[in-house]
């Protein structure tokens, strides 16, 4: 046994040799990698490769397991053992790498002893995808997944503890929506006095602090709030009936593990011995539920690393709260805390001006980013007319990048609100640009899809009334509305399920006009229930789709409309197959159902797909593009009217924007307008105080001169620069000329100085005969090359031009837009 002397040198030479299989990495990723027991905080900046220090630990722990941070030596170590190891340290050699990791080796971790926690599918996958390929088949048994899936699995396994059953259905958004309307219907309350989403929103605060239907409604009839109390009664009977129909929601998924682990030693001391590390990711955006859930995972080996950012905390509105990351020193004492600083995506000025807005921010802990890249362009702040010369200037830059070889899906457009979608979308379709809005209508949302699911879930938890009443008459088989809601009302009045007053419809008279229909109706789902313990999941859902009548009914109508959603339907079995090959244990109908249930939108954004990408700027975190666009920055919009005179709220604004220009790797642009219309009324908006945050040195500006928050105007008020603006024809490629040829103030029609507040100026161009084009013409245009005129058809003071290009195929384009960047020949 090596005497004490020898045991510091043993591990110094340990630690050395585990640290040169991470030199990749930078000295603070190498840092958290080693850092193995014990709680971590890694303050993981935006692209600083967060994912790559998980990947690695990962690794490191199940190869090494405690080697790197443990001054333990086995007693079975010599010195021969001791000299050989810090002569491999000095120089590793291939001869002796596999005896050297032997005694590097200290309680290496098991894959299901590891459990890794991201926030969205599409990060788990990547996280399961990288381990793989980086530590084999093992990996598959880890548990990399996020919050909602990692208890689905939890709650299969105990969930009847709580009075459920384990063939729970999940419900969606949607499906929840819909609950509560029906609700609201039955206790003759206004939807718009009390709109579901706002009472749903409600109902999730209360179960983020844990508190049931009827200790919320204690509570509110206490305060005296009489709103709040008519929502409290509306979560009372929203619990019953999800309870009811052995249905969860997103927020129960979490709350009903928290409360499995908290009331139940047995199952809280299986997971606690099960989970030796437990890493989570994102942690800043967290909620009171998964920071209690996170704590009772780790509560055994307190080997807890959490990772996040403070600055891209942004889900402020679905319950996260930022004190968990803030605070997380406080709860773990002892915790060892490292700063990943170095971004490895964008450019200098991208990060030195993320930095200057950040850095306005006071309720962080506070790190700047830095990068080994070049400084790059300047941001770019372009102030237009209004929202449809903001849309083509963004049209017009997407295209010229495209005629200098981008590809479309380099670019990405982020605003605040979706409403601001519209006017882009129409300056896209106008020049021909593909894009593809995130957040749009999902796959799985479509009707024809949740029809096929509402088949499975119906078959997979016959409890399931809210699906059920879904389709008990789709496709048409003479069960009308009226006999689902006197079933619907029978089975509330006996505290049975609607599918148990269906099965026995004969038994009740108010149904013995319909009880012929309803049994054939119950005859096909018991066949279908039959069959689904016989058949594969692939050759299950066609005998669904074809004995249910649904396919056959859509080939009946024959329409344009009806031909895709029969293509859609038939489209199910992809992700059936999908979720068969990538399954964890034994696959099953339940399984596929969970899956589809915890989809988001996000995580069908196919990075290949060769199309500019528009979305929110919450959505856009995570993402990564080389050109970035965030549009709309303006006060009131973003920030927005709430957050202006609240602290917190402006500070959440103000991460949300750091986030959103931390998306762009080579190029940001930011753009605002002089006036806007939304939402119908038409307003002059200040430029975003955000814009003025970040240092002249990093920005170069165009379009019309922006309004300037004078330097003595300490108590905020706003006065536009009085600096004079020379728009060009295009309407979007404009500059600021101060000085004509000879040093004079240029004055042109087009010029015009404002001194004051801003005022509305009219987007509107004087009537222009239309560019002169005609069929056969021959011509080239600057991002899609050479082509040919098909045909020239007046629109309005416009006309649609059709296009035959050499390279991309024929296209169809508004003939103004189109003539700003192409010529004849």
Not at 760 to 772: F, I, K, W
Not at 780 to 790: D, P, Q
């Amino acid at each position: 046994m090596l005497d004490n002397a020898q045991q510091l040198r043993f591990c110094k030479a340990r630690r050395a040799v585990i640290a040169g299989e991470f030199q990749n990495l930078n000295p603070q990723q190498r840092q958290a990698v080693l850092s193995t027991e014990g709680p971590l905080l890694v303050l993981a900046g935006a692209g600083s490769g967060k994912t790559t220090v998980l990947i690695n630990r990962v690794a490191n722990l199940m190869k090494y397991g405690r080697g790197s941070d443990s001054d333990e030596v086995p007693e079975w170590v010599t010195e021969d053992d001791l000299l050989f190891l810090e002569a491999y340290a000095a120089h590793p050699v291939d001869e002796g790498r596999e005896e050297a990791e032997r005694l590097c080796r200290l309680d290496p971790a098991v894959p299901w002893s590891i459990i890794a926690i991201t926030f969205t599918n599409k990060a788990a996958g990547e996280l399961k995808a990288r381990l793989e390929k980086m530590l084999g088949p093992d990996a598959n048994d880890i548990w990399a997944s996020t919050f909602h899936s990692a208890c689905v699995r939890i709650l299969r396994r105990d969930i009847d503890r709580l009075g459920f059953d384990k063939s729970f259905t999940i419900y969606d958004s949607a499906d929840t929506e819909r609950v509560v309307k029906d609700i609201l219907k039955d206790f003759n309350m206004d939807d718009k006095s009390f709109p579901p989403r706002s009472i749903l929103s409600e109902i999730s605060k209360a179960k983020d602090e844990m508190l049931s239907g009827p200790d919320y409604l204690a509570r509110c009839e206490k305060q005296g709030d009489y709103r709040l109390t008519r929502m409290a009664k509306v979560y009372v009977e929203y619990e019953r009936r999800l309870r009811e129909a052995n249905a969860l929601d997103f927020d129960d998924l979490i709350l009903d593990t928290v409360r499995l682990l908290q009331e139940y030693d047995d199952v809280r001391d299986y997971y606690q011995r099960k989970f030796r590390y437990v890493l989570i990711d994102e942690y800043q955006d967290t909620n009171q539920l998964q920071y209690r859930l996170s704590a009772l995972l780790a509560g055994r080996w307190e080997n807890i690393c959490v990772v996040g950012d403070d600055d891209q905390s942004i889900y402020r509105f679905r319950g996260a709260t930022i004190e968990n990351i803030l605070s997380f020193e406080n709860q773990y004492k002892g915790a060892r805390v490292i700063r990943l600083e170095e971004n490895y995506r964008s450019t200098g000025n991208i990060l030195e001006a993320s930095n200057a807005v950040i850095r306005h921010n006071q309720g962080r802990k506070g790190k700047e980013l830095w990068t080994r890249h070049e400084k790059g362009d300047k941001l770019h702040l372009y102030t237009a007319m209004n929202e449809s010369d903001e849309a083509q200037y963004v049209a017009a830059q997407i295209l010229a990048g495209y005629s200098q070889g981008r590809a479309w899906r380099d670019n990405a457009v982020l605003y605040r609100m979706n409403a601001q979608s519209n006017q882009i979308e129409q300056a896209f379709k106008r020049n021909g640009v593909p894009y593809r809005i995130i957040g749009g209508i999902r796959f799985f949302d479509r009707a024809e899809v949740k029809d096929m699911l509402a088949y499975l879930c119906a078959l997979n938890n016959p409890a399931d009334d809210l699906r059920l009443a879904r389709i008990i008459n789709v496709p048409a088989r003479g069960i009308g509305q009226k006999t689902v809601d006197t079933a619907q009302a029978i089975a509330a009045q006996e505290g049975k399920s609607l599918w148990d007053v269906v099965k026995h419809a004969r038994a009740y008279p108010d149904l013995s006009k319909a009880a012929a229909k309803l049994a054939q109706f119950t005859d096909l789902m018991d066949g279908l229930r039959k069959l689904s313990g016989e058949l594969s999941l692939p050759d299950f859902y066609e005998e669904v789709l074809a004995r249910t009548g649904y396919a056959v009914a859509l080939e009946a109508k024959n329409t344009v409309e009806d031909r895709t959603r029969l293509e859609n339907v038939r489209e199910l079995l992809t992700s059936i197959n999908n979720y068969l090959e990538n399954a964890e244990g034994e696959p099953s109908l339940s399984g596929f159902l969970d899956e589809i249930a915890l989809y988001t939108d996000l995580d069908n954004h196919d990075p290949n797909e060769d199309c500019v990408v528009m979305m929110t700027m919450h959505s856009a975190k995570g993402l990564e593009f080389p050109v970035v666009f965030v549009v709309g920055v303006e006060e009131g919009i973003f920030p927005g009217a709430r957050a202006i005179g609240d602290d917190e709220e402006m500070e959440e604004e103000r991460r949300l924007c750091y986030v959103a220009m931390t998306r762009a790797k080579e190029r940001l642009y930011m753009t605002c307008a002089a006036q806007r219309m939304l939402f119908g009324r038409t307003s002059a908006n200040r430029p975003s105080r955000f814009t003025g945050e970040i240092p002249e040195e990093f920005v170069e500006k165009s379009g019309r001169s922006p309004l300037s928050r004078s330097e003595d105007d300490a108590a905020g008020r706003w006065q536009s620069a009085p600096a004079p603006r020379t728009f060009n024809r295009g309407g979007y490629g404009t500059s600021w000329s101060s000085e004509t040829r000879t040093g004079r103030t240029a004055s042109t029609p087009q010029t015009r100085r404002t001194t004051g507040a801003a005022r509305p100026v009219s987007g509107a161009r004087p009537a222009t005969s239309l560019p002169s084009f005609q069929k056969g013409d021959a011509v080239t245009h600057k991002a899609f090359g050479k082509g040919m005129v098909l045909s020239v058809q007046p629109m309005g003071g416009d006309a649609l031009i059709e296009i035959a290009f050499d390279s991309v195929g024929t296209k169809r384009l508004m003939l103004r837009s189109a003539a700003q960047h192409m010529t004849k020949g």
